[in-house]
Every structure is written in C-alpha cells, then in structure tokens.
C-alpha cells in the first residue's frame, strides 16, 4: 500500500481554503485516490467528498483541492471564524489505503469582507470628463483587513463590467471616457 504524504498545508484563498500535499511513496503502484479528511469542530476527523472526489484526475495530478469556507462552516464540521484547518490525506492505489496518520494546516477561518458602503458621487471633483466617487469600508472585514477593492460599472445595459482592480484608497476617478448626460452606475 501507499505511504500518505508527508507535508500537508491548508492556506486561505478568498472564499475557500486550498489543501496541497506532498507526492506520497507509491509502493510500486500508481496513486488511484486521495481522501482528503478535514478536522470537524469535535476534533475528529471527516471526509470531504463534495468539493474533493478523492478519485477526480485533476486533484490527483495536482494535488490539491480547493474547498468552500460555506462547506467548512457548515454540518458536519461547524467550524468557525479563527478556527484552524487541519487536514489528513489517505492515499489510495490498487494495493489498499494509506495507514500512516499526519496532519497539516495553515490556514484560518474567516468570513469575506461585506461591500463597501456609502458609495458617494463626490461633487467636489466629478466634472463632465470625469467622475470619482468614495465610499466607507463595510462593517465586517471578515477578520483580516481589506487589502483592495474592485470597481464596476454600468452604462445602463444591466450588465457590470470591471473598470479597475487592486484599488487600494476608498475613492476611485474613472479613467473611461464619459458622455454628458449619460447615466453612469457603478459598485465596489
């Protein structure tokens, strides 16, 4: 049977927590699954099989698999904002599943930001060439600090498209070329 691996890591990424692990000793046959068990809230250990198919190709190959922090919180791990991820993979190939027991983490859990508020026409500035606009951090940060907004807009389709990435004050200038008289709506 397969070794499991020996260097497991939980990381945060957005909405979702990624595991990675390390290429385990296969014995002399290929890798067929991987189960992925994740630390529930009463310390014992359950498989997560929703978002990580232990047999899925793609997570085979790469080694990882990416799952939702709604999952994390939710029955049956109840985990909760600063709880650790810890995480065990079982190795699997046509000789049986791994025995060895080791564990790894990393990452936290935490919420996603709310929306900003109070988004602001800012009369001062706005002209008939340009438009800025401020608003107000929402009132969760999500347990870390809000690093950077982006910023969309709609020239009355009904459909937002992203004008900017990586904002990291709490006003933005558009750079596109605005029409006077036109109808501008925009969100963080």
Not at 17 to 44: C, D, F, H, M, Q
Not at 79 to 87: E, F, H, N, R, T
Not at 167 to 175: A, L, M, V
């Amino acid at each position: 049977m397969p070794d499991s691996p020996t260097l497991i890591t939980t990381a945060n990424a957005n909405d979702k927590v990624l595991v990675s692990w390390s290429e385990p000793v296969t014995n002399g046959s290929p890798i067929t699954a991987y189960k992925i068990l994740i630390r529930r809230k009463l310390l014992t250990f359950t498989q997560e099989s929703v978002e990580c198919v232990p047999t899925n190709a793609a997570l085979i190959a790469s080694r990882s698999c990416s799952i939702s922090l709604a999952i994390l919180k939710a029955s049956p791990y109840l985990l909760v904002k600063g709880d650790s991820v810890v995480a065990q993979i079982i190795s699997v190939n046509i000789y049986g599943d791994s025995v060895q027991v080791v564990t790894g983490s990393g990452a936290v859990i935490r919420d996603v930001p709310d929306a900003p508020i109070n988004l602001a026409n800012d009369l001062s500035t706005t002209t008939d060439k340009i438009i800025r606009f401020t608003w107000a951090e929402g009132l969760n940060d999500g347990g870390t600090p809000v690093i950077d907004y982006n910023v969309f807009y709609d020239q009355g389709t009904g459909s937002f498209s992203q004008l900017a990435s990586g904002i990291t004050s709490k006003f933005y200038e558009t750079t596109l070329v605005v029409i006077a008289g036109s109808t501008y709506v925009f969100k963080v």
